[in-house]
C-alpha cells in the first residue's frame, strides 16, 4: 500500500516536471532579455506580448484586414495565421478557426477562466498572443482563436 502511494507522488512528481520544462521560457528558440524586448516593442506590443495582457476589444487595426496575407507575430516575424482562416467572431478581436501551422504556435491550457481555454503562445519568441475557445465556426473547426491585434502583423500576398 506504501509504495503504491509513493509511487503516485513521484509519477505526479515527475508530471509536474515535465510540464514545468515545456511551458519555460527556455524552450523558444528566441531569448532576449526584459530590458531588450521593452526597447524593441512599443509599450501596448510589450504590455501584451510580453505581460500577456489583453487588447480592448474593437481597437485592432487588423480586425477589417480580409485581403489574401499572412499574420505574422509582432515581435518576430513568426508566421501565424493565414485570411483564409479568419472569420467574423464580433467579439472585437481577430479571429481564426485554425493556426497557419500548428508547430508555429505553443499551446498551454489556461483555468484562469473558470472554464476551457487555452493560451497560445508564438513558438518561436514565446510571445502571448491569445486564446483559444470552443465557440468557433461549428462547420469548420468548431475553435475560435482569439488572437491580440497588437500582437501581430500583417503581410500581405
Ligand atoms: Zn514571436
Known amino acids: 500500500m506504501k509504495k503504491s502511494i509513493l509511487l503516485v507522488f513521484t509519477l505526479m512528481a515527475l508530471g509536474c516536471n515535465s510540464n514545468a520544462q515545456k511551458t519555460s521560457s527556455k524552450q523558444f528558440p528566441i531569448q532576449k532579455t526584459d530590458m531588450e524586448w521593452k526597447a524593441e516593442l512599443s509599450s501596448q506590443e510589450y504590455k501584451v506580448l510580453r505581460g500577456k495582457g489583453t487588447e480592448r476589444a474593437f481597437t485592432s487595426e487588423l480586425l477589417d484586414v480580409k485581403e489574401p496575407g ?13 485570411t483564409e482562416h479568419k472569420f467574423n467572431s464580433g467579439t472585437g478581436w ?64
Open 94 to 157: 481577430p479571429s481564426f478557426d485554425r493556426a497557419f501551422d500548428d508547430s508555429n504556435l505553443v499551446y498551454k491550457p489556461d483555468n484562469s477562466y473558470g472554464y476551457y481555454a487555452v493560451e497560445v503562445l508564438c513558438a518561436d519568441c514565446g510571445g502571448h498572443l491569445g486564446h483559444i475557445f470552443k465557440d468557433g465556426p461549428k462547420e469548420t473547426t468548431g475553435k475560435r482563436h482569439c488572437i491580440n491585434g497588437i500582437a501581430m502583423d500583417f503581410v500581405k500576398d
Open 70 to 82: 499572412t499574420f505574422v507575430c509582432a515581435a518576430c516575424g513568426n508566421e501565424l495565421y493565414r
